[in-house]
């Protein structure tokens, strides 16, 4: 029907960026839904919009636009729309700096029996757990849920989540190892860069912590250079340079030391979104 035209119609401008005409649709899609009471196509044309409000940065409009999503949701028993709805919800309160709600709403969605069949949404709401409980000061939990993340996220291809997960690493590293974290943030970049991805508030929030610890253990220069090293690395490399040292096997261990040896600026230690519619 006309409503669902226009839903889809502002979904796709949304992703063109074209957030003023989108709006102005699936507000239009969300009135017609609603006056035929079809709670369902209602609560995804506002689910929509609290999009919208989120990318113009209007994000208490967003969160109220979201709990009232989420109570519809939940009411017609839509697991699927529910866990969607949990995702968006706690991106939006994390920026709005209501990280314990979002830590909560992540938790209640990893619950979800539908993430444990779809394995890369799994690893991407892993990731931003992982974000959240590291702006708690969680580093722990937050370095075993990154794990999580990365693993679920290499075994399944999903190389978008790997370079974010490979950040939020990055940034728990660099508390002890600035050199091994500075080049994967430069893997990160460099990733980043090819693919034209823009950060989310959760990694952008990790991205300002690994820059802040890098910049209080190294000169800049020593930053840009083990960044520009990094940005030539693979994913598995990357993926192995953000391994606890513990943990690695002896040529593994080898491996990793031929990173080492790229720069000449210093003698290192031996010690390293999506949004859902």
């Given at each position: 029907?006309?409503?669902?035209?226009?839903?889809?119609?502002?979904?796709?401008r949304?992703?063109?960026?074209?957030?003023?005409?989108?709006?102005?649709?699936?507000?239009?899609a969300?009135?017609?839904?609603?006056?035929?009471?079809d709670?369902?196509e209602?609560?995804r044309?506002?689910?929509?919009?609290?999009?919208?409000?989120?990318?113009?940065?209007?994000?208490?409009?967003?969160?109220?636009l979201?709990l009232?999503?989420?109570?519809?949701?939940?009411?017609?028993r839509?697991?699927?729309?529910?866990?969607?709805?949990?995702?968006?919800?706690?991106?939006?309160?994390?920026a709005?700096?209501?990280?314990?709600n979002?830590?909560?709403h992540a938790?209640?969605s990893?619950?979800?029996?539908?993430?444990?069949?779809?394995m890369?949404?799994?690893?991407?709401?892993?990731a931003?757990?992982?974000?959240?409980l590291?702006a708690?000061?969680e580093e722990?939990?937050?370095?075993?849920?990154?794990?999580?993340?990365?693993?679920?996220?290499?075994e399944f291809?999903?190389?978008?989540?790997a370079?974010?997960?490979l950040?939020?690493?990055a940034?728990?590293?660099?508390?002890?190892?600035?050199?091994?974290?500075?080049?994967?943030?430069?893997?990160v970049e460099?990733?980043?860069?090819?693919?034209?991805?823009?950060?989310?508030?959760?990694?952008?929030?990790?991205?300002d912590?690994v820059?802040n610890?890098?910049?209080?253990?190294?000169?800049?220069?020593e930053?840009?250079v083990?960044?520009?090293?990094?940005a030539?690395l693979?994913?598995?490399?990357?993926a192995?340079?953000?391994?606890p040292?513990?943990?690695?096997t002896a040529?593994?261990?080898?491996?990793?030391?031929?990173?080492?040896?790229?720069?000449?600026v210093?003698?290192r230690?031996?010690?390293?979104?999506?949004?859902?519619?």
């Amino acid at each position: 029907g006309l409503a669902r035209a226009l839903r889809d119609a502002g979904i796709a401008r949304m992703r063109l960026a074209d957030l003023s005409i989108a709006e102005r649709d699936l507000t239009r899609a969300f009135e017609i839904d609603e006056s035929i009471g079809d709670v369902d196509e209602t609560a995804r044309a506002l689910g929509a919009i609290a999009l919208v409000c989120q990318f113009t940065n209007r994000l208490e409009e967003s969160r109220s636009l979201l709990l009232r999503v989420l109570e519809m949701n939940r009411s017609e028993r839509d697991d699927r729309a529910t866990l969607v709805t949990l995702v968006n919800l706690a991106e939006t309160e994390f920026a709005l700096g209501e990280t314990a709600n979002a830590v909560a709403h992540a938790r209640e969605s990893l619950d979800s029996a539908m993430l444990r069949l779809n394995m890369r949404m799994r690893a991407n709401q892993e990731a931003n757990l992982a974000a959240y409980l590291l702006a708690l000061g969680e580093e722990k939990e937050a370095r075993s849920v990154a794990s999580r993340a990365l693993r679920h996220a290499l075994e399944f291809a999903d190389h978008s989540v790997a370079t974010n997960t490979l950040q939020h690493l990055a940034a728990i590293i660099a508390r002890r190892d600035a050199h091994r974290a500075a080049r994967l943030l430069g893997y990160v970049e460099g990733q980043l860069a090819r693919s034209g991805y823009t950060r989310e508030y959760s990694e952008q929030f990790t991205h300002d912590l690994v820059m802040n610890r890098l910049h209080d253990a190294l000169s800049v220069d020593e930053i840009a250079v083990l960044r520009r090293e990094g940005a030539s690395l693979s994913e598995e490399q990357a993926a192995l340079l953000a391994r606890p040292l513990g943990r690695r096997t002896a040529s593994e261990k080898d491996h990793s030391a031929g990173f080492d040896a790229l720069s000449p600026v210093h003698n290192r230690p031996a010690a390293p979104h999506e949004t859902f519619l």
